[in-house]
């Protein structure tokens, strides 16, 4: 394997071969293993390394990007030739390059996510043993069980990353996740539950969750949903709980911010920045800091050290989350949020633990005083349109809201609306707060992250249900 160090002036300058604003290396080492448990055994157990780097050249508006698994002096040479000969070749800019600062004085730093115990070296067969634990608990729950699938993965991601700036860092980052699917079935009716914990830590995950629980959750969903009532469409106030994660605020509000698409003009947050666009109550915050959390990191996958950004601070639009490259275009502070899913891909922006930050209201306050709607204890997924904030998203587990109660299940409910209308309709900001985990798609790749929010009342959304009318 290739000393980066040692060799990465002569591979960033033959990547400026023909010119370029910047030139990088990005190289990963990733050790994973992952298990599917179904039908009371392990279905499909993988595990393994995977080695490769990928090369980049900005120029201008325009990345130039390859990536190979031979990361040898000469494959990496190889490789940056053929990437710069993307790049722009004539005598203008062949001259203007030939006067850009760059700079090989490299001063390496050097992270890692802190671990009490490395999932790695946990012998696979204890691992097994663990989800048996979730699924014995599972189908134990309630003889309408049917079906239980539960998936454990971990993996350790070492990355280095180099450009002609003169940033050399490397950072080790640790995942586990363990999520649990049960399907419950009744006279027909059949309805799923799914809970799932994890983050950038070890094997410790399991001293505070336990899989049985995680496993319980989930039946208890699955069971709920069978006996509840069909939902009711009509607009209605909602809220929704802690518990039922940041859904909203990742998918609504958050990919509305992130500056590929502002830049695109594909977004509903363009041209409102420094505007009030929220209640004067809600403050928005993508935080990579955050201890443990699945979208934690030291620096992202551009070398940028990981920050806390306030995107909307009492209502107003103060920040996008940017890239390198979008930086530049947009002149602003790079905020830490270049991620991409493996050498294979390059970085485009991305959050990473997006949130709602929490009110002064008690949770309970906020429901007592709800007369009648919908509350909200876990979302599922949905669909939305960056451009204009429109959102459809599944309620997962819902409650008729009646004289200050939810007592009375329903089922088959979703929430149709629109990000800004949402965000400036909140009346209600509860001071607790609660994640949950996800792996976040966008352009072909998926990053790990998690998001959150207190307890939150919307004044009316719009409800799809069940029920006849």
Same mark, same amino acid.
């Given at each position: ?6 060799? %990465? ?5 033959? #990547? !400026? ?7 990088? =290396?990005?190289?990963?080492e990733?050790? !994973? ?5 179904e ?13 490769? #780097?990928g ?20 494959g990496?040479?190889?490789l940056a030739?053929? =990437?710069?000969?993307? %790049?722009?070749?004539s005598? $203008? ?8 600062a760059? @700079?090989?004085?490299? /001063? ?14 946990v ?10 634990v979730?699924?014995r608990?599972? @189908?134990?729950?309630d ?5 239980? #699938? ?11 990353i180099?450009?002609? /700036?003169?940033? *050399? ?9 363990l ?7 009744? +006279?027909?009716i059949?309805?799923t539950?799914?809970? %799932?914990?994890?983050?950038a830590?070890?094997?410790?995950? *399991?001293?505070a ?11 208890r ?18 809220v929704?709980? $802690? ?10 509000v ?5 500056a590929?698409?502002? +830049? ?8 409102k ?20 959390? @699945?979208?934690?990191c ?12 306030? !995107?909307?601070d ?6 996008y989350?940017?890239? &390198?490259?979008? $930086? ?12 991409r /899913? ?13 949130l709602?930050?929490p ?13 009648q709607? &919908?509350?909200?204890?876990?979302m599922?997924?949905?669909? =939305?349109?960056? &451009?204009?904030?429109?959102f459809v ?18 089922r ?12 400036n ?7 607790? &707060? ?9 352009q ?13 009342r919307?004044?009316? !959304? ?7 009318t």
């Amino acid at each position: 394997m290739i000393d980066l160090l040692k060799h %990465a002036e002569e591979i960033l300058m033959r #990547a !400026l071969a023909h010119g370029g604003d910047l030139a990088e =290396v990005f190289f990963e080492e990733k050790t !994973l293993t992952s298990i599917r448990f179904e039908e009371n055994k392990a279905e499909r157990i993988a595990s393994g390394t995977d080695i490769g #780097a990928g090369i980049r050249i900005l120029n201008g508006d325009r990345t130039l990007y390859g990536h190979t698994n031979d990361v040898s002096l000469k494959g990496l040479c190889q490789l940056a030739d053929t =990437v710069a000969a993307g %790049a722009p070749s004539s005598a $203008s800019a062949s001259r203007s390059d030939s006067t850009r600062a760059y @700079r090989f004085d490299f /001063e390496p730093q050097h992270f890692a996510i802190p671990v009490k115990q490395r999932a790695q070296d946990v012998p696979t067969a204890q691992k097994i043993e663990l989800i048996k634990v979730g699924n014995r608990a599972a @189908r134990a729950h309630d003889a309408r069980v049917v079906q239980v #699938a539960i998936s454990y993965a971990d993996a350790l991601r070492r990355v280095v990353i180099v450009n002609s /700036e003169g940033r *050399f860092v490397e950072d080790v980052r640790p995942q586990i996740v363990l999520s649990v699917n049960v399907v419950a079935a009744k +006279d027909g009716i059949i309805q799923t539950g799914y809970h %799932a914990v994890g983050g950038a830590l070890g094997y410790e995950l *399991f001293d505070a969750e336990d899989p049985e629980v995680v496993a319980l959750i989930a039946a208890r969903r699955a069971c709920l949903m069978l006996d509840a009532d069909p939902a009711p469409t009509g607009r209605m106030p909602v809220v929704l709980s $802690s518990e039922a994660g940041g859904t909203m605020v990742h998918e609504a509000v958050g990919h509305g911010l992130e500056a590929d698409h502002i +830049d695109k003009g594909m977004s509903t947050y363009c041209g409102k920045l420094n505007q009030m666009i929220a209640a004067p109550e809600v403050t928005v915050v993508d935080d990579a800091t955050l201890p443990a959390k @699945r979208g934690t990191c030291n620096v992202d996958d551009e070398g940028t050290p990981a920050e806390r950004t306030v !995107l909307i601070d009492q209502g107003r639009l103060v920040r996008y989350l940017n890239d &390198l490259r979008t $930086s530049r275009k947009m002149d602003q502070p790079p905020t830490g949020n270049g991620r991409r /899913e493996s050498y294979q891909c390059k970085p485009i922006p991305r959050m990473t633990n997006t949130l709602i930050a929490p009110g002064n209201a008690g949770p309970k306050a906020i429901l007592s005083s709800t007369d009648q709607g &919908l509350y909200v204890r876990k979302m599922g997924g949905g669909q =939305v349109n960056p &451009l204009n904030g429109d959102f459809v998203f599944e309620v997962s587990e819902g409650y008729l809201i009646q004289s200050g109660k939810a007592e009375t299940p329903v089922r088959g409910a979703t929430l149709i609306g629109n990000g800004p209308a949402v965000l400036n309709a909140i009346d209600a900001i509860g001071n607790d &707060l609660g994640f949950t985990i996800g792996t976040c798609g966008k352009q072909g790749q998926g990053a790990p992250v998690s998001d959150a929010q207190p307890t939150l009342r919307i004044r009316a !959304l719009t409800i799809g249900g069940t029920a006849s009318t």
